[in-house]
């Protein structure tokens, strides 16, 4: 069995490098709109926390990135993720699409708010 990683960049150091260039671009996407967020691995998985709340995941496919912004920032979002693959607080972010850098940073941006109490 795998070890869990410890950290977001032994996280994101285990996947090929077309994978890894879009796990830091999420990354990126978050960390730059929610500057004050925790950054930890939750679920095996890059995890964010505010206000030692739950903010936003991700995650690394074969396929896609998985994206997770609590079901109320996905449901705040449901018209613009309706083209993609989704679940009850997740969507997936195919390889064969651009990654939506403006809709992540929307939701992240949202999920703060809601973390600030705003």
């Not at 795998?2 to 796990?23: C, H």
């Not at 679920?43 to 396929?63: C, D, E, H, I, W």
Request: charged share 30%.
């Amino acid at each position: 069995m795998k070890k869990a990683s410890a950290t977001v960049d032994e996280y994101i150091s285990e996947f090929s490098e077309d994978i890894r260039e879009r796990l830091k671009l999420t990354r990126r996407i978050i960390k730059e709109n929610a500057p004050e967020a925790v950054e930890s691995i939750s679920y095996g998985m890059p995890a964010y926390k505010l206000n030692k709340k739950p903010l936003v995941y991700f995650g690394g496919y074969q396929s896609h990135i998985g994206f997770y912004a609590t079901p109320s920032g996905h449901t705040k979002f449901k018209k613009e993720l309706s083209s993609y693959k989704q679940g009850k607080g997740s969507v997936q972010f195919p390889f064969d699409k651009p990654l939506p850098i403006d809709l992540i940073a929307e939701m992240v941006k949202f999920r703060v708010a809601e973390n600030m109490g705003i």
